[in-house]
């Protein structure tokens, strides 16, 4: 029993990895056709062997958000894809951009905090 379930889900993860592959070939392909091969954010050009460097990214970072115009598409090289990634998840490891606001700022250090006293003395 243990290895028919093992099995199925297997199958299920296949399944699913094909599906994605397929979504993605097809949003891929339109984007590259719509679009110049130029990394909207570092404006690095793309061609030959390099294209697969540059990689298509949701605005709204919903991969099953793909209107026939393009629209939530953009297209980034590999370096500025993960970047904008990363930065995603840097914000919601902190709790939001509205909590520095709020409290004023979240730094406690001061590097210049005795920078007038320390003027004085020199003179």
């Known amino acids: ?3 028919n379930k093992s099995r ?22 339109r984007a590259l056709k719509m679009y110049p091969h130029v990394c909207g954010r570092c404006g690095r050009e793309f ?5 697969r460097e540059l990689t298509v990214h949701h605005r709204d970072h919903n991969h099953d958000n ?5 629209s939530n598409w953009e297209l980034l090289c590999i370096y500025c894809h993960d970047n904008e990634h990363s930065r995603d998840l840097e914000s919601e490891w ?7 606001e709020e409290s004023g ?3 406690t250090h001061n590097p210049f905090a005795g920078l007038d006293q320390l003027l004085k003395k020199d003179k």
């Open 47 to 51: 061609s030959g062997k390099k294209l």
């Open 66 to 70: 793909n209107p026939p115009d393009g």
């Open 105 to 107: 700022s979240d730094f």
């Open 94 to 100: 902190q709790d939001g951009p509205d909590s520095s």
């Open 8 to 29: 199925t889900e297997s199958q299920a993860v296949t399944e699913a990895r094909r599906d994605r592959e397929r979504r993605e070939k097809t949003y891929r392909e």
């Open 1 to 3: 029993m243990n290895q």
